[in-house]
């Protein structure tokens, strides 16, 4: 099993930025891939970014150009978040994938202020 836990979300200004780190424990050896989606009220959850153990990432058109995904060693991955706009307002969730099992943080709120 693999825990996840967010930390770094807030209230920001339109065009501002913020950092949200995720820390895995557990069955870590096992991750093959870790990433960041959202969830805004009243709609699905979306993928925002992915990096896999390889280093290969994935990027929501959305905030291609503006956020960036980084990891170290399949225990922790950083989203950078800059110029940020209204509609990037969420719940951020940490995602890994690890053995055909996906695992969830609890997530982290992001509100962008126009």
């Known amino acids: 099993q693999v825990r996840l836990v967010e930390s770094g979300g807030g209230l920001v200004q339109a065009g501002g930025s913020l950092r949200l780190s995720c820390a895995a424990s557990?069955?870590?050896?096992?991750?093959?891939?870790m990433g960041w989606y959202r969830q805004a009220p009243g709609k699905q959850r979306e993928l925002v970014a992915t990096?896999?153990?390889?280093?290969?990432t994935k990027y929501a058109d959305s905030v291609k150009g503006r956020f960036t995904i980084s990891g170290d060693n399949a225990k922790n991955v950083y989203l950078q978040m800059n110029s940020l706009k209204s509609e990037d307002t969420a719940v951020y969730h940490c995602w890994s994938g690890s053995r055909g099992y996906d695992y969830w943080g609890p997530g982290t709120q992001v509100t962008v202020s126009s």
């Open positions: 990096i896999t153990s390889g280093g290969s």
């Open positions: 557990g069955l870590i050896f096992s991750i093959n891939a």
